[in-house]
């Protein structure tokens, strides 16, 4: 392969420019405090800093790899590749695992299970680059597979819990929810797993350089509109006694004083408003068969449909759009959605059963 594209000029240029750019993301989130993405967005530092690395990290391979290109010895390029695959497994592999647990904003999970998990591979390719061989890497592709499964099922198991956590501590999830993300990652993490696997045709090692560029475009998107939740950070229960009643407080300062309306608020919040914490508070949701992101939902859907009849009353124009803003939303995709939840059918569909005139 590498004698195959070491006269391909063409690529020798993209690869380096593709390298360029990593490495200046990478160097972007490391030292950058702006966001220059989305200003109004202030995204998690820990996520931000670990992304850099794993991008450098990526450049670092990638400098290492392209002097295969000029190698003439088989020795030397089976050297470097060797060199190269065990630099890959205590850089890219390890650092991406934190950068998707740094994803997850509700608490730092341990490393070590991984550190466990990996350390075969480190030592197996260890061995190859002191024996000079590649006699171990049935073994290493063989251990791969369980390895795979296993960081795969930690994570869609702290996924899932993730979501529960947001549920019950956020009414709107915008910007914070990344199940999607880990799909994305998932899927081109895969792709440079695959290139290990595979006799790198030319052809390959062309798609290789998109996947990076679309990964590193992909990372640098991600990292600048997920919102850092940690100055809303739920600790343990405060020191505060819980109201007889919670039923009558939640009515009047939050039903009654429409603090519903008020876009990203939190069950801290909340629970400060009416006079506890959202220790109690969350417990007083859990025996009403509910999240606070559903509570909030319902009370928002339910201004929605009022704004809605006292509109088609007065005969006044108006969008679903404009209602749903004007009931808490800034997402009107996210209100469809809640909508479509709280209802059983779509806006459309309820709108359709209402007296016509209004828009959509």
């Known amino acids: 392969m590498y004698d195959q594209t070491r006269g391909d000029i063409l690529f020798t240029i993209l690869y380096s420019v593709v390298m360029a750019i990593t490495l200046l993301s990478g160097c972007y989130l490391l030292f950058s405090k702006a966001n220059a993405f989305v200003p109004r967005i202030t995204p998690p530092v820990r996520l931000r800093r670990w992304t850099g690395v794993f991008l450098a990290s990526i450049a670092v391979n990638q400098m290492w790899c392209m002097q295969l290109f000029f190698l003439s010895s088989s020795e030397d390029i089976e050297m470097a590749d060797l060199i190269g695959g065990l630099i890959q497994s205590v850089t890219i592999l390890p650092v991406a695992i934190v950068v998707?647990?740094?994803?997850?904003?509700?608490?730092?999970?341990?490393?070590?299970?991984?550190?466990?998990?990996?350390?075969?591979?480190?030592?197996?390719?260890?061995?190859?680059v002191v024996s000079r061989s590649k006699a171990l890497y049935p073994l290493i592709y063989a251990y791969d597979l369980p390895l795979i499964i296993g960081i795969i099922s930690y994570m869609v198991r702290a996924l899932r819990q993730y979501g529960r956590w947001l549920r019950d501590n956020y009414a709107d999830l915008e910007h914070?929810?990344?199940?999607?993300?880990?799909?994305?990652?998932?899927?081109?993490?895969?792709?440079?797993?695959?290139?290990?696997?595979?006799?790198?045709?030319?052809?390959?090692?062309?798609?290789?350089?998109?996947?990076?560029?679309?990964?590193?475009?992909?990372?640098?998107?991600?990292v600048e509109t997920l919102?850092?939740?940690?100055?809303?950070?739920?600790?343990g229960p405060e020191k505060t006694s819980q109201p007889k009643d919670l039923t009558s407080l939640l009515q009047r300062h939050c039903i009654d004083a429409q603090l519903y309306l008020q876009y990203d608020l939190n069950i801290t919040q909340l629970a400060k408003a009416i006079g506890t914490n959202r220790f109690y508070l969350s417990q007083y949701f859990s025996t009403q068969g509910i999240t606070y992101n559903t509570y909030i939902n319902n009370l928002r859907i339910n201004h929605f449909t009022r704004l809605y009849r006292e509109a088609m009353a007065e005969g006044r124009s108006f969008t679903a759009q404009q209602l749903a803003g004007e009931s808490g939303y800034h997402s009107?995709?996210?209100f469809r959605l809640a909508f479509k939840q709280r209802m059983g059918q779509s806006v459309r569909e309820w709108m359709n059963e209402m007296p016509p005139n209004s828009q959509d």
Do not use: H
């Open 332 to 334: 009107y995709s996210t």
């Open 100 to 128: 998707l647990l740094a994803m997850l904003q509700d608490r730092k999970r341990p490393l070590w299970p991984f550190a466990v998990m990996i350390a075969p591979v480190v030592l197996g390719l260890a061995a190859c």
């Open 227 to 235: 919102s850092d939740l940690s100055i809303q950070k739920i600790s």
């Open 176 to 222: 914070k929810e990344i199940w999607r993300s880990f799909i994305v990652l998932a899927i081109i993490l895969l792709a440079f797993t695959i290139n290990e696997f595979c006799d790198k045709a030319p052809v390959y090692e062309y798609a290789m350089l998109v996947v990076t560029a679309t990964l590193t475009c992909y990372l640098l998107w991600r």
